[in-house]
T-cell receptor, first 116, second 115 residues
Framework: AQTVTQSQPEMSVQEAETVTLSCTYD???????LFWYKQPPSRQMILVIR??????QNATENRFSVNFQKAAKSFSLKISDSQLGDTAMYFC?????????????FGKGTLLTVNP | DAGVIQSPRHEVTEMGQEVTLRCKPI?????LFWYRQTMMRGLELLIYFNNNVPIDDSGMPEDRFSAKMPNASFSTLKIQPSEPRDSAVYFC?????????????FGSGTQLSVL
């Protein structure tokens, strides 16, 4: 079974600064997807960024980028130029690429607060 | 597209009552998922459907929970009878067939409180 661990229950950052959220995972699979989801106070789960394990290049989406270290099973999220609207819970998640076990396994989340 | 639509947004009920949560997936999506979020257990997959057929219901906690998808545009999650430990946020999500099946789009969730 896959597990996803987020070791930082809470973090805070000043507006316009950079912050990195950590995530590690455990799997015996070679092909899989990794995700970061954002859950603001509105409660909606929003996909921030996605990484395919077979791709060595780290994914980027505007101010959001990841540092994917496959051998270390590490998948951190970097938020640059933090904005007040980035305040939210952030969840790291794992999914197998193939097979019938088609489910997202989530970490417990990191509450990020962006301070003005 | 309006996205995944869930109703109601909030539901308060008494123990023993039947609760029905509703979901309308994004048009054209082939997969539909029901997740539950609690403080203790985080986000858990309850069940998912492919083309209206339940594929994996191993996450459904017990027989009090049932889910149906009578057509491609509607799904329900029913709890009967409800218990206080069922209090949680229930999310519905949908995703397309390849390519992009791994990109789940979530609804805003239903906050269920069982008193």
């Amino acid at each position: 079974a896959q597990t996803v661990t987020q070791s930082q229950p809470e973090m805070s950052v000043q507006e316009a600064e950079t912050v990195t959220l950590s995530c590690t995972y455990d799997t015996s699979e070679n092909n899989y997807y990794l995700f970061w989801y954002k859950q603001p106070p509105s409660r909606q789960m929003i996909l921030v960024i996605r990484q395919e394990a077979y791709k060595q290049q780290n994914a980027t989406e505007n101010r959001f980028s990841v540092n994917f270290q496959k051998a270390a099973k590490s998948f951190s999220l970097k938020i640059s130029d933090s904005q007040l609207g980035d305040t939210a819970m952030y969840f790291c998640a794992f999914m197998k690429s193939f097979g019938s076990n088609y489910k997202l396994t989530f970490g417990k989340g990191t509450l990020l607060t962006v301070n003005p | 597209d309006a996205g995944v639509i869930q109703s109601p947004r909030h539901e308060v009920t008494e123990m023993g009552q039947e609760v029905t949560l509703r979901c309308k997936p994004i048009s054209g999506h082939d997969y539909l998922f029901w997740y539950r979020q609690t403080m203790m257990r985080g986000l858990e997959l309850l069940i998912y459907f492919n083309n209206n057929v339940p594929i994996d219901d191993s996450g459904m906690p017990e027989d009090r929970f049932s889910a149906k998808m009578p057509n491609a545009s509607f799904s329900t999650l029913k709890i009967q009878p409800s218990e206080p430990r069922d209090s949680a946020v229930y999310f519905c999500a949908s995703s397309p067939l390849e390519p992009g099946r791994e990109k789940l789009f979530f609804g805003s969730g239903t906050q269920l409180s069982v008193l």
